[in-house]
């Protein structure tokens, strides 16, 4: 009985980053406010409310501020026991989008899984398991981060699977590209030779516009090139790929670079 009175007093007395909590409060804030000025007239012409969409997203921002201090308070060496599964749970996540009845698809792309009233995309998941593992993994194997084959191509081996399924299964290209920066990132602060990291990022690059040249040509997935060189005409297609880079332009023109503000038109 002492033992768990004690546990759950270390859990209560576990240090809290007042500091950290206050910078994530400001952003969260700051975003919901901005959610309200963006979505305000969107939603009083669907839903006949100005403020459907940022109740909502308020409702999130509290669960999430609420599941952050639980979180804060649980010690983080606790995850390193469970890495190994961490990196099977996430790329079992990711897999689940075909599963009839769970994957839904939407705009030609299935990267969302449907439980109940409850619609999310596995690869937000994935990215935390993904750090969780790579957190583990670099730290049980310090001792070879300086060594070309056991210390960096192996790690990023363990991208290959995951990147597999975003790519071919969800068309999900950039989330591939967070998870690259977000590994590499932690690599080097692992205390990876910098050079490998060079050498690696102009390998990447090359092949990534290589394959969307390809996929380009071969009409399978090019709109992702499309969508990259659409930045130099947008108004080639205003109303597709164009249309956010025109939609900034607007920004733009109407409130410089600090915008309008919250002021009523």
């Known amino acids: 009985m002492n033992k768990k009175v ?5 859990f209560i007395k576990n240090k809290f980053d007042f500091v950290l909590f206050i910078v994530v409060l400001v952003l969260l804030a700051t975003g919901i406010v901005m959610v309200l000025s963006a979505s305000a007239p969107t939603s009083l012409a669907e839903n006949g409310k100005s403020y459907t969409y940022v109740v909502r997203q308020l409702i999130f921002g ?6 952050m201090i639980i979180i804060s308070k649980i010690d983080y060496h606790i995850y390193k026991k469970f890495y190994w599964p961490a990196y099977i ?7 689940l989008v075909i599963v009839p009845g769970l994957g839904s698809n939407s705009s030609g792309a299935t990267r969302w899984l449907e439980l109940g009233p409850l619609r999310f995309q596995p690869s937000e998941v994935a990215k935390v398991l993904l750090i969780i593992f790579y957190a583990g993994y670099l730290a049980d194997h310090k001792s070879e981060i300086t060594d070309f084959w056991r210390g960096f191509i192996r790690p990023l081996a363990f991208l290959i699977p995951p990147f597999l399924i975003l790519f071919f299964v969800q068309n999900h290209l950039s989330v591939c590209i967070v998870i690259a920066a977000i ?6 602060a692992a205390g990876i030779r910098m050079l490998y990291v060079w050498i690696t990022g102009a390998v990447g690059i090359a092949g990534i516009a290589g394959l969307l040249v390809y996929m380009q040509a071969k009409d399978a ?3 992702r090139l499309s969508r990259i060189l659409s930045f130099l005409d947008p108004w080639s297609d205003p109303t597709g790929d164009g249309w956010q880079v025109i939609q900034s332009f607007y920004a733009i023109g109407s409130g410089g670079l600090f915008g309008v503000g919250l002021r009523r038109k």
């Open 89 to 95: 749970v996430a790329n079992i996540l990711l897999i």
């Open 221 to 223: 997935g090019g709109f």
């Open 183 to 188: 590994v590499g990132v932690m690599m080097i």
């Open 62 to 67: 509290i669960v999430g501020v609420i599941a």
């Open 6 to 10: 004690n546990q759950t007093s270390n």
